[in-house]
């Protein structure tokens, strides 16, 4: 069977590859990536989901798609605005994370406010600073209309007119997310591919930081055979909330209440701020979860700043800076009273540092490796 293995600045790439109800193939240092039984892909699907993706009129000014704020030219994220614009350029209170290897996260946004790629990109349509529309009805009068979905849709789903439901919609933009893949960096050649040549010096050295005194690998996971640099969880490393410590117990408060009343997480985390800097705390209500957001994947990392859930670090250099300072981006700032148990000062020296940021260099794959070098001239 041939899928669509990748789309990549605007061009649509077939592969042969092998795809079951579970899995499909990935490049070298990923794991299968994994497809629910309930949505298996196939070529048409995943055509339509590009699509759908790329479709302006699912916002309402017909201005703004999923591609605005995750764009193929730019490692599906909208670098470099620190924060995402939708409809009327309105600003959000998070950045953008990559849709690149998001097939492989258990849970979606940065506070896992979803958990599936079905779930999470029906989200962004109705919400008041994203695509704005009011509901989903425009959504669907579009689809059962438009002559070229008409037909698509009964082709993918043999379903028309008022059988189509946002269902199908999700199902086609999470087939067409789910190839968006990408592995086969230096990195992945220098480790799992046994070429000790694939990686500089500096970044084998940054890669020995990165696993030893740095501690990097016990969020950013790498395996014997594979490599997510993800560990699927959610953490508290002071970015954020620290600005705001004293506001935490009375917006927490605030929060709940609203939230029992039928508030919507999605547009509170998006419209404010402070609101947003609760994390998933928001989701759970847990005070454990106070300020914690998910662990980023550190592939591409280099294409895809600034960084943080608020775009809140330009470079990577200040994002291990951060770190280094155990959870304060200033030295000697205090820490908040809800900081994750692994997160305190590592005492690198400046190359360490510079060697460790060298490292995440070498975890750009090489469709975007074009771009990671145009990005620095």
Not at 21 to 27: D, G, H, S
Not at 60 to 83: E, I, M, N, W, Y
């Amino acid at each position: 069977m041939r899928i669509m293995k990748g789309y990549l600045f605007g061009v649509w790439t077939l592969a042969a590859t092998s795809i079951s109800l579970t899995a499909m193939a990935a490049p070298l240092g990923l794991p299968p990536v994994p497809i629910p039984a309930d949505n298996p892909q196939s070529p048409e699907k995943i055509k339509l989901g590009g699509k759908l993706f790329h479709d302006k009129r699912f916002s309402s000014t017909g201005q703004v798609s999923c591609a605005t704020c995750h764009d193929a030219k730019k490692t599906f994220t909208d670098s470099p605005l620190r924060v995402s614009q939708g409809i009327n350029k309105l600003k959000g209170t998070r950045n953008a994370p990559t849709v690149v290897n998001a097939a492989y996260f258990h849970k979606l946004f940065w506070d896992g406010r979803e958990p599936s790629l079905e779930e999470q990109s029906k989200d962004p349509m109705v919400n008041p600073v994203e695509m704005g529309l009011p509901n989903h009805q425009p959504v669907l009068k579009l689809i059962r209309t438009d002559p070229e979905y008409v037909k698509a849709f009964k082709a993918v789903f043999d379903k028309s007119g008022d059988q189509l439901t946002m269902e199908e919609v999700k199902k086609a933009i999470a087939s067409f997310e789910r190839t968006i893949v990408a592995g086969d960096s230096p990195f992945d050649h220098y480790y799992f591919g046994g070429d000790k040549k694939a990686m500089t010096p500096a970044q084998i050295r940054g890669f020995q930081v990165f696993m030893g005194q740095g501690r990097c690998v016990s969020c950013h996971t790498v395996e014997q055979d594979q490599a997510l640099f993800t560990d699927n969880r959610f953490h508290n490393i002071g970015i954020g909330i620290n600005q705001m410590q004293k506001d935490v117990a009375r917006l927490a408060d605030t929060f709940l209440k609203a939230k029992t009343q039928g508030g919507n997480v999605d547009k509170a985390v998006l419209s404010d701020p402070k609101t947003s800097n609760l994390g998933r705390f928001a989701v759970t209500d847990a005070l454990d979860d106070m300020g914690s957001f998910k662990t980023s994947t550190l592939r591409n990392i280099a294409m895809t700043a600034p960084y943080m859930h608020d775009g809140s670090l330009k470079t990577l250099k200040e994002v291990v800076v951060h770190y280094n300072n155990g959870g304060v981006t200033k030295k000697g700032d205090r820490v908040n009273d809800f900081l994750s148990g692994g997160i305190r000062p590592l005492n690198l020296s400046e190359r360490q540092i510079s060697d460790l940021v060298a490292f995440m260099g070498a975890l750009t794959s090489p469709e975007y490796a074009k771009s990671v070098k145009t990005a620095k001239k």
